[in-house]
């Protein structure tokens, strides 16, 4: 186990989800039509597309949520329709979903939404569980005060950071992230691209980001990858993005938005760099 | 995983391998314990050479003896990490962070008897005013704030008689077929000893009409529509769309609630005849099968048992059994607050009040009537 791990760091770019020729519809509608993506250990991959586009069918479809009509799931390396069982439990401890308007339990507080997973697949006493779920709450930015609260007294930029917290419960190789900046303030949402790539540095986490949001794209997100046309039209970094020859790609990072991020975002940059 | 503590030179030296992760660490817990309550002299050294995988929970561990240990006063010195690791731990508070205990002094006996008490009464009575608020906003009706509009949407109070009424009419219809003949089996075994096994056609026929016909079609009705009601108006509390028809200048009690409650007075009564049918029938089958009365004796008896009080009795007070249900749903929904619990609270509440007020209204009636010679 630890060595295969230790190989595997050297490796550079290893896989830890790919999707390969999957094949989505609804009864005579096809929405998503042999969609290949890979991602590496390590990136934050940012997913974009129009409107309608299946993005969220990708995503619901890679955590099982959705049934497919073809192709094939590799989740760190495991395919989960030939999984044992236990490589299944295994496999979801593995894996951390924000969902885009956070699905906490409202039934359960802050503290105890966060502490779920971690009752039902961990054996720790339950003072170690309540620092645990004290320091998760830190590192999203919450108050200590908000663990008794519940999600309905809780604020939505609260709730998104709440969410983030049970997601990381497990301390996942893998998020995923439904549009986890949308409804927050500008200020706030930079909080949040920060602190994911705080996370993925210290965590080592992989992040999959489905983001509308054109500041996280261009501050946060290593690769992106773009799905219109029922398949991903293109994946790379920002340059790739300019570079590739498509109305709507063009239109959404050379719009009149994109481009006052783009500036903000170089001029930005030296200060970034020098604290 | 392990840890390992040696001692020698000058200090200690605490040594971690393995997998420090979360499913793991619960073998370590123990020893690190240990480590943390011992005390010593010197500088100690954490070596976490030999560690392959750490996560937050392994790194607050390590994190948790450090800050013991400089408690103690004794330096401590991390060696051996890689800078993921070393990162890791750097960025965990030294300390777990607690939310600030509750300040205040702790209410008195007296306070603490005496609230929910006293919450219960302002809560009737409130209660009480939502109610009168929601009849006062049905009558008013659908009405913009201004005035324009307003009265009764009927596509809306036909979709609600379909939900509502239509659709209980076979569960209805069955119930009271079923209790029909039970009355009927019963009060035949029972009269047989005295020879009057034809009264049970009054026994039925009184008892249905006057009672048992309208009071446990109204139960039915309470358990399947008043539930239905609160569910409907309380996620939509919940979901803010009564917020937003509040904005848009409608009345929310006039658009949602006014055409259930008029759904209800009409289909309540309508119910109970059907109730009243089934029952006599199944009563008619059941004398027929166990006492040999046919159906000519059965309506010729029942002629004669049987005058327009007790059928007008029984249905006069469907519609107001009906506004009481559709009144108390609607309080109820309108009370849901945020959570799942709240909404499965709020029809609980809802099912319970409502039959609670079904039956004091008809023990009320029966009182009224016996006082009226009705």
């Not at chain 2, 119930?175 to 026994?203: H, K, N, T």
């Given at each position: 186990?630890?060595?295969?791990?230790?190989?595997?760091?050297?490796?550079?770019?290893?896989?830890?989800?790919?999707?390969?020729?999957?094949?989505?519809?609804?009864?005579?509608?096809?929405?998503?039509?042999?969609?290949?993506?890979?991602?590496?250990?390590?990136?934050?991959?940012?997913?974009?597309?129009?409107?309608?586009?299946?993005?969220?069918?990708?995503?619901?479809?890679?955590?099982?949520?959705?049934?497919?009509?073809?192709?094939?799931?590799?989740?760190?390396?495991?395919?989960?329709?030939?999984?044992?069982?236990?490589?299944?439990?295994?496999?979801?401890?593995?894996?951390?979903?924000?969902?885009?308007?956070?699905?906490?339990?409202?039934?359960?507080?802050?503290?105890?939404?966060?502490?779920?997973?971690?009752?039902?697949?961990?054996?720790?006493?339950?003072?170690?569980?309540?620092?645990?779920?004290?320091?998760?709450?830190?590192?999203?930015?919450?108050?200590?005060?908000?663990?008794?609260?519940?999600?309905?007294?809780?604020?939505?930029?609260?709730?998104?950071?709440?969410?983030?917290?049970?997601?990381?419960?497990?301390?996942?190789?893998?998020?995923?992230?439904?549009?986890?900046?949308?409804?927050?303030?500008?200020?706030?949402?930079?909080?949040?691209?920060?602190?994911?790539?705080?996370?993925?540095?210290?965590?080592?986490?992989?992040?999959?980001?489905?983001?509308?949001?054109?500041?996280?794209?261009?501050?946060?997100?290593?690769?992106?990858?773009?799905?219109?046309?029922?398949?991903?039209?293109?994946?790379?970094?920002?340059?790739?993005?300019?570079?590739?020859?498509?109305?709507?790609?063009?239109?959404?990072?050379?719009?009149?938005?994109?481009?006052?991020?783009?500036?903000?975002?170089?001029?930005?940059?030296?200060?970034?760099?020098?604290? | 995983?392990?840890?390992?503590?040696?001692?020698?030179?000058?200090?200690?030296?605490?040594?971690?391998?393995?997998?420090?992760?979360?499913?793991?660490?619960?073998?370590?817990?123990?020893?690190?314990?240990?480590?943390?309550?011992?005390?010593?002299?010197?500088?100690?050294?954490?070596?976490?050479?030999?560690?392959?995988?750490?996560?937050?929970?392994?790194?607050?561990?390590?994190?948790?003896?450090?800050?013991?240990?400089?408690?103690?006063?004794?330096?401590?010195?991390?060696?051996?990490?890689?800078?993921?690791?070393?990162?890791?731990?750097?960025?965990?508070?030294?300390?777990?962070?607690?939310?600030?205990?509750?300040?205040?002094?702790?209410?008195?006996?007296?306070?603490?008897?005496?609230?929910?008490?006293?919450?219960?009464?302002?809560?009737?009575?409130?209660?009480?005013?939502?109610?009168?608020?929601?009849?006062?906003?049905?009558?008013?009706?659908?009405?913009?704030?201004?005035?324009?509009?307003?009265?009764?949407?009927?596509?809306?109070?036909?979709?609600?008689?379909?939900?509502?009424?239509?659709?209980?009419?076979?569960?209805?219809?069955?119930?009271?077929?079923?209790?029909?003949?039970?009355?009927?089996?019963?009060?035949?075994?029972?009269?047989?000893?005295?020879?009057?096994?034809?009264?049970?056609?009054?026994?039925?026929?009184?008892?249905?009409?006057?009672?048992?016909?309208?009071?446990?079609?109204?139960?039915?009705?309470?358990?399947?529509s008043g539930s239905a009601i609160t569910a409907e108006i309380g996620s939509m509390k919940m979901r803010e769309e009564i917020d937003a028809l509040?904005?848009?200048?409608?009345?929310?009690?006039?658009?949602?609630?006014?055409?259930?409650?008029?759904?209800?007075?009409?289909?309540?009564?309508?119910?109970?005849?059907?109730?009243?049918?089934?029952?006599?029938?199944?009563?008619?089958?059941?004398?027929?099968?166990?006492?040999?009365?046919?159906?000519?004796?059965?309506?010729?008896?029942?002629?004669?048992?049987?005058d327009h009080t007790s059928v007008a009795s029984g249905m006069i007070k469907a519609p107001f059994m009906a506004l009481a249900i559709g009144i108390?749903?609607?309080?109820?929904?309108?009370?849901?607050?945020?959570?799942?619990?709240?909404?499965?609270?709020?029809?609980?509440?809802?099912?319970?009040?409502?039959?609670?007020?079904?039956?004091?209204?008809?023990?009320?009636?029966?009182?009224?009537?016996?006082?009226?010679?009705?």
């Amino acid at each position: 186990m630890a060595g295969t791990q230790k190989d595997a760091a050297q490796k550079e770019r290893q896989v830890v989800l790919s999707v390969h020729d999957l094949t989505v519809g609804f009864g005579s509608t096809i929405v998503l039509d042999n969609l290949n993506l890979d991602i590496y250990r390590g990136e934050i991959l940012g997913f974009v597309g129009a409107s309608g586009t299946g993005k969220s069918v990708l995503m619901r479809t890679v955590l099982r949520l959705l049934p497919r009509r073809g192709g094939s799931i590799k989740i760190l390396g495991t395919d989960y329709d030939e999984a044992t069982d236990e490589q299944r439990v295994a496999l979801d401890t593995r894996l951390g979903v924000l969902f885009q308007h956070g699905a906490l339990f409202s039934s359960l507080t802050v503290k105890e939404n966060i502490q779920l997973p971690m009752r039902e697949y961990l054996d720790l006493p339950q003072s170690l569980m309540d620092e645990l779920a004290f320091l998760k709450i830190e590192m999203v930015g919450l108050a200590p005060e908000a663990a008794d609260k519940y999600p309905s007294e809780l604020s939505g930029g609260m709730i998104k950071r709440a969410a983030l917290a049970r997601a990381l419960a497990l301390d996942p190789d893998l998020v995923f992230l439904d549009e986890p900046t949308s409804g927050l303030d500008p200020i706030g949402a930079a909080e949040f691209d920060m602190l994911i790539a705080r996370l993925r540095d210290t965590l080592g986490l992989t992040v999959y980001m489905v983001t509308h949001d054109l500041d996280s794209l261009f501050s946060v997100c290593d690769r992106i990858a773009v799905l219109g046309q029922k398949r991903v039209l293109v994946e790379g970094t920002l340059e790739d993005m300019f570079a590739f020859d498509d109305p709507w790609v063009q239109s959404y990072f050379r719009g009149k938005r994109a481009r006052s991020v783009v500036t903000t975002e170089q001029d930005a940059t030296p200060t970034a760099q020098s604290d | 995983m392990a840890a390992e503590q040696t001692s020698g030179g000058d200090g200690e030296r605490f040594v971690a391998r393995g997998d420090w992760r979360n499913h793991s660490i619960t073998s370590v817990l123990p020893t690190l314990e240990g480590l943390e309550t011992s005390t010593g002299r010197g500088r100690i050294e954490i070596d976490l050479s030999g560690v392959d995988a750490m996560d937050t929970a392994g790194a607050w561990l390590i994190r948790r003896l450090i800050t013991a240990k400089q408690t103690q006063g004794r330096d401590v010195a991390l060696v051996g990490a890689t800078s993921n690791i070393d990162e890791l731990i750097a960025v965990l508070p030294e300390r777990a962070p607690a939310p600030a205990a509750p300040t205040g002094p702790r209410p008195s006996l007296f306070e603490r008897t005496f609230t929910p008490v006293g919450r219960i009464v302002t809560d009737v009575a409130g209660d009480l005013v939502a109610a009168m608020h929601i009849l006062g906003s049905a009558v008013r009706g659908a009405q913009m704030k201004f005035g324009k509009g307003g009265g009764i949407s009927p596509a809306s109070v036909v979709n609600q008689i379909d939900h509502m009424g239509v659709r209980a009419v076979p569960i209805i219809a069955l119930m009271s077929f079923l209790i029909g003949a039970i009355i009927a089996q019963q009060g035949a075994f029972q009269l047989r000893y005295f020879g009057a096994e034809i009264f049970v056609v009054d026994l039925v026929g009184i008892l249905q009409l006057r009672e048992v016909g309208v009071l446990l079609t109204a139960i039915m009705i309470a358990g399947r529509s008043g539930s239905a009601i609160t569910a409907e108006i309380g996620s939509m509390k919940m979901r803010e769309e009564i917020d937003a028809l509040t904005v848009i200048g409608l009345n929310p009690v006039g658009v949602l609630i006014f055409p259930r409650l008029v759904a209800l007075t009409i289909i309540l009564p309508l119910l109970t005849i059907i109730a009243n049918f089934a029952a006599l029938y199944g009563a008619a089958v059941v004398t027929w099968t166990y006492s040999g009365i046919t159906f000519e004796t059965f309506l010729a008896r029942l002629h004669q048992a049987v005058d327009h009080t007790s059928v007008a009795s029984g249905m006069i007070k469907a519609p107001f059994m009906a506004l009481a249900i559709g009144i108390v749903a609607a309080v109820e929904g309108m009370k849901v607050g945020g959570s799942a619990e709240s909404l499965g609270k709020h029809v609980t509440a809802s099912v319970v009040k409502s039959i609670f007020a079904v039956i004091v209204m008809d023990s009320f009636f029966a009182i009224f009537y016996s006082a009226i010679d009705f």
